[in-house]
């Protein structure tokens, strides 16, 4: 699916600065600010603002394009939001089992921001007693 029908999709208005955003998330491998977009939309020849950037990447997360990773400091990476692998959390007495979203993505933003490093795999294990099992101790 390209951009415009992606927005359209979405119900988002097409714009010229709303698809150069798009754009420049997309050929990124990597999750990046919004200060990256802005001087990447001007190098591109776009009159933009700032705020501009950031409303649009407040919209497209709302929208559930693009997801934002906290790296503290008030500072936040931006990727597009991806069908990511999931994690099974199964409780060690009944054997109950939950599907949970990764929550290691926004740690790999953190270990490429502060380290440089890109993850290329991760395993995580998470062992837990479900609320039915603990109510029946």
């Known amino acids: ?5 992606l927005l359209k999709d979405k119900g988002i208005k097409i714009t010229k600065a709303r698809v150069v955003i798009y754009n420049i998330i997309s050929d990124s491998d990597n999750g990046i600010s919004a200060d990256y977009i802005f001087n990447k939309c001007i190098e591109q020849g776009l009159n933009i603002n700032l705020s501009t950037v950031y409303r649009n990447l407040d919209m497209f997360e709302e929208k559930a394009i693009v ?3 906290d790296l503290g ?9 991806k069908h ?4 099974i959390l199964e409780c060690s ?6 599907e949970l979203q990764c929550p290691m993505q926004q740690i790999e933003e953190l270990v490429k921001s502060k380290t440089g490093f890109t993850l290329i795999e991760h395993e995580l294990i998470m062992k837990g007693i479900c609320d039915e099992c603990k109510k029946k101790k």
């Open 1 to 5: 699916m390209n951009v415009n029908e």
């Open 67 to 69: 997801e934002k990773f």
């Open 73 to 81: 400091e008030g500072k936040y990476n931006y990727v597009l939001k």
């Open 84 to 87: 990511s692998h999931k994690h």
């Open 93 to 98: 007495l009944c054997h109950k089992e939950i």
